[in-house]
C-alpha cells in the first residue's frame, strides 16, 4: 500500500464543500495503473485514447486537436505574459488507477477514499445531494446517483462513460458549443481529456437536489482536462456544483477544463463553481453556455485559490428571449491573479443578459475583469446590464476592467458600469468602536461587499465563502 | 478575445507613399538639429509594421482603411488665404491659417499680449527661435495608444504647425483661432498646434480643422497641451475634414501641479478617423477634463483612444464622450484609466455614450481600468441605447418631423457635453457646426 504523506498540521473538523483554501493541502503517494509520461505528442494523445479503448472518431478528434493546440500562439498579446511559463513538455497529461469509476465509497481504494473523505465528499453526498462524481487526476474515481433521480431518466456519468454508452447523445452536442480550435486551451483540451461530468436531463424533468462533481489533483507536474457536457432538454432544470482543490507543490499544475452546457426550450441551468485550487495552479478553463427559446443559463463562479486563472463563462443566446447570467466572484490574494469574467452573445430577438461581478485584491494580488458583449445586426430587444465592482484592500492592491462591448442597432438596450472601492474607514471604525478587532471588521465589511452575490449560493457553500473570506482576510491588516 | 472578423488583410507595403526618396525631397531646408529628429523619425516610422489584427489597441478598428498608399505630402496651395468656414464664425481673427501644413494667412497678436512676452508663431519659426521649448514639448511624451508608427510619420513629414506659448501668470480672455486646411486630391497634412501655459498662465486655443475642396486627403496631425503649475488650458478641436478624408490625430496632455486642462474634440468628417488621446496628470491638484462629440453617419469609422495615466496622489480626470451613430456608421471608444501605485486620492472618471440612430450603426466600447492603489475613487460606464421612445413619441405627437426631432434629441444628448464650455461664443460656434453637419 503506498505512503501517505501528510503535509497538514491541523485536522479539519466540519469540511464542506472543499474550498477551505488549507483543507485541500494533502497528497498521497499513489502509484498509478496508467501514466502517459510527461510531454505531448501524438503518441501521448494515442496513449490516452487507447487506454479508454475509445472509437476511432474520437482518436481523430483529439489528434486534430493537438494539431490545432500546436500551431496556436499563447494569446499573450492580450493575456497575462505568466502563461510563458507553462512548460508544456514537463506536464504529465494522463494518470490513472483504473477507468470504472466505483459506485459506493466502499469499492473505492483506501487512499482515494481516505482523500474524498478529508474533504467531506462523503458526508455531503448524504446530506444535499441528488448525485456525486469524484474525479482523481485523470479518472473518476467514484460516481453515483440518488436511485430516485437516475429513475427520472436522469443520466449523470463521467465522460469517459458517457462517451462509450451514450455516444448518440454526446456526440451531438460534444464540441459543438466551444470548437476545437475556440482557443489554445479548448483545443489542448480537445487532444487529452479525460473524465468530467456528462449529464442529461430528459424533458419536464426538475432535478430538485443539486448534482455535483469534486476535482481532484493529486499528482505533481500534473494536467487535469476534464471535460463537461451538460444537456437539459426541453423544460427541464438542473443545478449543478463543482469544487476543486490541489495540494500545493513546488511546481507548476495546470488544469485547462472545457464545460459545455445545453439548454434546449425552457430549460434552466445553474451552474455553480468554487474554484479553490492550491496557489501553484494554473487555471486556464473555458465554459461557455448554449441557450435556446426561453431558456435560462446561469454561471455562478467562484474564484479563490490558484496562481493564475483566466476563466470567463459565456452564454451564446440562440434562442428567443433566452436568458443568460453570469455571477462572479474572485479574490485575489499575494501572487495571485484571477482574470475572469464573462461573455454573453446574442443571437437571438429579445434575449437578455446580466452580468455582475465583485472582485477583492488582497495585498499584491490582481484582479482582473474581462468581459464580451456582442449584438450582432438584424437583432431587436436585446438587453445588458454589467457590474462590475472591485475592492481593493491593501494600497498596493491592484485591479483591472477591461470590457467589450458592440452593439448594432437602434433596439437594443447596453449598460456597463464599474468601479473600485475601498474598506471605508468610518465603517472600519464603527465596528472596532463596538469592540471589533481591525481584522474581524475587515472582514465584516469584506463580507458585506459580496453578501448580495453570495446569499445566491447553496446555503453550505455561501456559509464557507464566509468562512474562507475570513481566513484569507487574517493578515491583511495593518 | 480576439480582434473580431471586421480586421480585413492589410495593405502590403509598410511605408505606402511615403518612401525613402519622398522623405528626401521633404528634407531639403530644414536646420540641422529639425532634420536630425525628422531622420529618426523616419527611421522609426520605416521600421515599425502596420498595425495587425492582433494588436489589442487596434481591436475591432477597421485596418483596410488606414493605408498609406495614394497619397502626397501637400504642395503649397495657389490662391493664398482660404475663406474661413461661416459656420464656424468667431470675433477674433484665425491667428495662424494653414494650407497644405504652409502658413497662409496670420493675424498679429496685440501689441498688449505682445508685450507679456506671449508668442503665437509658426512651428518653423519656433525651430529657429525657441529650439528649448521644442525639444522639451514637442512630440516628447510617449506614444502609447497603438499608433508610434503614424506619430513618427507625423513627425518626419510635419511641414509647419502652430506654437503657442503663454508666459507665466499671463491670462489670454480671447481664444487663439487656428485653421489647418487640406486641398488638392490625395494630399497629405500634417498639422500640429503645440501650446505651452507656464505656470498660473491661462489660454483658450481652437484648432479648425477643414478641406477646402472636399476631396479625399490624409490628415495626420498632433497637438501636444502642456500646462505647467497652476496653469489652465481650455482646448477646442473641431475636426471637420472632408467626408473622403482618412484622418489619424494624436494628443497628447500634460497637467502639472494644479493645473486644469479641458479638452473637447468635435468629430464631424473624414472616412474613417482614429484619434487617440492620452493625458497625464503628473503632479498634485492637476485636472484633466477630456471631452469628445461624434457625429458618425454612411459608413464612416470613428475610433478612439484614451489613455488617462494618474501619476501623483489627488489629481483628478473626467472624460465624457458621446458618439451619435446614423446609417452604417460605426464606432469604437477604447478607454483606459491608469492609477500608478501610490497615486491615492485619484478620482477618475470615464463615460462613453451611445445613441443608436440607425438599424445598421454599431458602436463598440472597451472601458477600461487598471488601478494599483486603494484610496481611489474610479468608476466608469458605457452605454448603447436608441432614442428613448416616449420622448420621440411626444415630438412626434406634437407634430415635428421626424428628421427634426432627432436633430432636437441629438442636441440635447450633446448639451451635457456643450454646457461645459465657458466659452458661449465657442458654445454657439460648434452648435453651428453640428447643425451644418447634421443638415448635409
Redesign the interface.
Given at each position: 500500500m503506498q505512503e501517505t504523506t501528510d503535509t497538514l498540521e491541523t485536522t479539519i473538523e466540519n469540511p464542506v464543500s472543499g474550498i477551505d483554501q488549507s483543507s485541500g493541502n494533502f497528497k498521497y503517494d499513489m502509484t498509478y495503473d496508467f501514466d502517459a509520461g510527461t510531454g505531448l505528442n501524438e503518441r501521448t494523445v494515442d496513449y490516452i485514447s487507447s487506454v479508454k479503448k475509445e472509437a476511432p472518431w474520437i482518436r481523430e478528434f483529439r489528434q486534430n486537436a493537438l494539431k490545432t493546440f500546436e500551431s496556436r500562439p499563447l494569446?499573450t498579446?492580450?493575456a497575462s505574459k505568466d502563461l510563458e511559463t507553462i512548460n508544456f513538455d514537463k506536464i504529465r497529461y494522463y494518470l490513472s488507477q483504473g477507468l470504472k469509476p466505483k459506485r459506493t465509497w466502499d469499492e473505492v481504494p483506501a487512499d482515494i477514499k481516505q482523500t474524498f473523505e478529508r474533504l467531506g465528499i462523503p458526508e455531503q453526498e448524504r446530506k444535499f445531494l441528488a448525485g456525486v462524481e469524484a474525479q482523481f487526476d485523470s479518472e473518476a474515481a467514484y460516481s453515483n446517483i440518488k436511485e430516485a433521480v437516475a429513475k427520472q431518466g436522469v443520466i449523470f456519468m463521467n465522460s469517459t462513460e458517457g462517451l462509450r454508452e451514450h455516444p448518440e447523445i454526446f456526440r451531438k452536442f460534444f464540441g459543438k458549443v466551444i470548437p476545437t480550435g475556440d482557443n489554445k486551451f479548448s483545443a489542448l483540451n480537445s487532444a487529452v481529456f479525460s473524465g468530467g461530468s456528462f449529464i442529461y436531463v430528459p424533458p419536464g424533468v426538475k432535478v430538485s437536489h443539486p448534482l455535483q462533481a469534486y476535482f481532484r489533483i493529486n499528482a505533481e507536474n500534473f494536467g487535469q482536462f476534464e471535460r463537461t457536457l451538460i444537456i437539459c432538454d426541453e423544460g427541464s432544470e438542473l443545478t449543478y456544483m463543482e469544487g476543486c482543490t490541489a495540494p500545493k507543490f513546488s511546481t507548476a499544475t495546470l488544469h485547462s477544463a472545457v464545460v459545455e452546457l445545453v439548454a434546449l426550450k425552457g430549460a434552466k441551468i445553474q451552474y455553480i463553481t468554487v474554484q479553490n485550487w492550491s496557489s501553484n495552479v494554473f487555471n486556464l478553463v473555458t465554459k461557455r453556455g448554449l441557450a435556446h427559446e426561453e431558456s435560462e443559463i446561469k454561471w455562478i463562479d467562484c474564484n479563490i485559490g490558484s496562481r493564475l486563472t483566466m476563466k470567463?463563462p459565456g452564454v451564446v443566446l440562440r434562442g428567443r428571449k433566452a436568458r443568460g447570467e453570469v455571477i462572479s466572484i474572485a479574490l485575489a490574494n499575494d501572487g495571485q491573479h484571477q482574470d475572469t469574467g464573462a461573455k454573453m452573445v446574442h443571437a437571438a430577438d429579445e434575449t437578455t443578459s446580466t452580468v455582475v461581478s465583485k472582485s477583492i485584491s488582497v495585498g499584491q494580488g490582481r484582479a482582473t475583469y474581462?468581459g464580451?458583449v456582442h449584438i450582432p445586426?438584424?437583432l431587436k430587444g436585446c438587453k445588458n446590464n454589467t457590474e462590475c465592482d472591485?475592492l481593493?484592500?491593501?494600497?498596493?492592491?491592484?485591479?483591472?476592467?477591461?470590457?467589450?462591448?458592440?452593439?448594432?442597432?437602434?433596439?437594443?438596450?447596453?449598460?456597463?458600469?464599474?468601479?473600485?472601492?475601498?474598506v471605508s474607514a468610518e465603517q472600519i471604525f464603527y465596528m472596532q468602536q463596538r469592540g471589533l478587532t481591525e481584522g474581524q471588521a475587515m472582514s465584516l465589511s469584506v463580507n458585506g461587499f459580496i453578501n448580495d452575490l453570495a446569499r445566491q449560493f447553496p446555503m453550505e457553500y455561501s456559509v464557507e465563502l464566509k468562512r474562507l473570506i475570513d481566513l484569507e482576510m487574517e493578515g491583511s491588516v495593518g | 478575445?480576439?480582434g473580431?472578423s471586421t480586421d480585413r488583410i492589410i495593405a502590403a507595403s509598410p511605408t505606402g507613399s511615403f518612401t525613402p526618396e519622398v522623405f528626401a525631397r521633404h528634407l531639403a531646408s530644414c536646420p540641422a538639429w529639425w532634420r536630425e529628429r525628422k531622420q529618426a523619425a523616419y527611421a522609426r516610422f520605416e521600421g515599425l509594421p502596420m498595425p495587425a489584427r492582433?494588436?489589442?489597441s487596434w481591436?475591432?478598428s477597421n485596418l483596410s482603411g488606414i493605408g498609406l498608399e495614394g497619397f502626397s505630402p501637400g504642395q503649397a496651395a495657389s490662391g493664398g488665404a482660404q475663406v474661413v468656414d461661416a459656420a464656424f464664425s468667431l470675433a477674433a481673427a484665425p491667428a495662424l491659417t494653414f494650407v497644405n501644413g504652409r502658413l497662409a494667412a496670420r493675424a498679429p497678436i496685440s501689441p498688449e499680449l505682445a508685450g507679456k512676452g506671449v508668442t503665437v508663431s509658426t512651428l518653423s519659426e519656433a525651430v529657429v527661435k525657441h529650439p528649448e521649448l521644442l525639444r522639451q514639448h514637442f512630440m516628447a511624451q510617449p506614444q502609447k495608444l497603438g499608433s508610434a508608427k503614424f506619430a513618427a510619420l507625423h513627425e518626419a513629414f510635419i511641414v509647419d504647425g502652430a506654437f503657442v506659448h503663454v508666459p507665466r501668470g499671463v491670462e489670454l480672455d480671447q481664444p487663439i483661432v487656428l485653421i489647418h486646411s487640406a486641398s488638392g486630391a490625395g494630399t497629405a497634412v500634417f498639422p500640429h498646434t503645440l501650446v505651452i501655459a507656464e505656470e498660473n498662465s491661462r489660454v483658450t486655443v481652437v484648432d479648425h480643422f477643414q478641406s477646402n475642396d472636399g476631396l479625399g486627403q490624409l490628415a495626420c496631425g498632433a497637438n501636444d497641451l502642456y500646462a505647467g503649475h497652476g496653469a489652465k488650458i481650455t482646448y477646442v478641436a473641431a475636426q471637420c475634414w472632408s467626408l473622403d478624408t482618412l484622418s489619424l490625430q494624436f494628443n497628447s496632455t500634460v497637467v502639472r501641479r494644479d493645473a486644469r486642462v479641458q479638452s473637447l474634440n468635435l468629430h464631424l468628417g473624414a472616412r474613417q478617423a482614429r484619434h487617440e488621446s492620452l493625458s497625464q496628470l503628473q503632479a498634485p491638484g492637476g485636472f484633466s477634463e477630456m471631452l469628445a462629440l461624434t457625429i458618425a453617419s454612411g459608413s464612416r469609422e470613428f475610433d478612439q483612444r484614451t489613455l488617462q495615466i494618474h501619476q501623483a496622489p489627488n489629481t483628478k480626470s473626467d472624460l465624457l464622450y458621446k458618439n451619435a451613430l446614423l446609417g452604417r456608421s460605426r464606432t469604437i471608444f477604447s478607454g483606459l484609466i491608469i492609477v500608478d501605485?501610490?497615486a491615492?486620492k485619484t478620482d477618475a472618471y470615464q463615460s462613453n455614450r451611445?445613441l443608436?440612430?440607425?438599424?445598421?450603426?454599431?458602436?463598440?466600447?472597451?472601458?477600461?481600468?487598471?488601478?494599483?492603489?486603494?484610496?481611489?475613487?474610479?468608476?466608469?460606464?458605457?452605454?448603447?441605447?436608441?432614442?428613448d421612445a416616449e420622448q420621440a413619441f411626444y415630438l412626434k405627437s406634437r407634430g415635428i418631423p421626424e428628421k427634426a426631432a432627432h436633430e432636437l434629441l441629438i442636441f440635447g444628448f450633446f448639451e451635457e457635453v456643450l454646457s461645459r464650455l465657458e466659452n458661449d461664443e465657442l458654445h454657439a460656434a460648434l452648435r453651428n457646426l453640428i447643425r451644418k453637419r447634421l443638415g448635409r
Open positions: 494569446p498579446h492580450w470567463y474581462r464580451v445586426k438584424n472591485a481593493l484592500i491593501n494600497t498596493n492592491s491592484r485591479t483591472d476592467t477591461y470590457p467589450a462591448i458592440t452593439v448594432r442597432g437602434d433596439h437594443h438596450a447596453v449598460q456597463h458600469e464599474a468601479s473600485v472601492s475601498k | 478575445m480576439a473580431t492582433t494588436d489589442e481591436r475591432f501605485p501610490d491615492q451611445n443608436m440612430l440607425s438599424e445598421d450603426a454599431e458602436s463598440n466600447s472597451l472601458p477600461g481600468l487598471e488601478i494599483q492603489a486603494n484610496d481611489v475613487r474610479c468608476t466608469h460606464g458605457a452605454t448603447s441605447a436608441p432614442i
